[in-house]
């Protein structure tokens, strides 16, 4: 298994960060046919598949805001006000995402990106961990 970290700078706002370059720079790289693993090692973000630059990205922070409304009502209240929400987030927008790699490429649909999302407003660096894994 081949296995790479990077950081990513989110900033002290709820985000929606394109990380498709990344993981098809490693899946190049790592070459052949198998599968990359995304994973963010945080308890407040996730990894989702989906367009992106056409108003989704929007649109997904939109639910989200209306799901998770960063209010008073979290038991887990340190850091900013709804801080517990982004603890729930990953139950929804899970912190992995495992994608196909046919000949060095990833196998996404013509509008599928890999996105980091965060909404936790009190830690701007986040870590993306990719593996590719193969058969042989």
């Known amino acids: 298994m081949k296995s790479t970290v990077f950081e990513v700078a989110t900033g002290?706002?709820?985000v929606v960060y394109d990380i498709t370059p990344q993981c098809a720079q490693f899946a190049r790289e790592?070459?052949?046919d198998g599968l990359l693993h995304v994973f963010v090692p945080h308890?407040?973000?996730g990894i989702a598949v989906l367009e992106l630059g056409a108003g989704?990205?929007?649109d997904l922070l939109a639910a989200l805001r209306?799901?998770?409304p960063a209010d008073d009502r979290w038991r887990h209240a340190h850091g900013s006000r709804g801080h517990g929400r982004s603890h729930v987030m990953p139950a929804l927008i899970p912190p992995y995402a495992t994608i196909p790699v046919i000949g060095g490429a990833l196998t996404l649909g013509t509008w599928q990106s890999v996105a980091l999302v965060d909404l936790n407003v009190d830690n701007p660096d986040r870590q993306v961990r990719l593996s590719f894994l193969t058969s042989a």
């Open 12 to 14: 002290h706002s709820e």
């Open 30 to 32: 790592a070459g052949g």
């Open 43 to 45: 308890a407040t973000a």
């Open 56 to 58: 989704s990205d929007n």
């Open 66 to 68: 209306d799901l998770l």
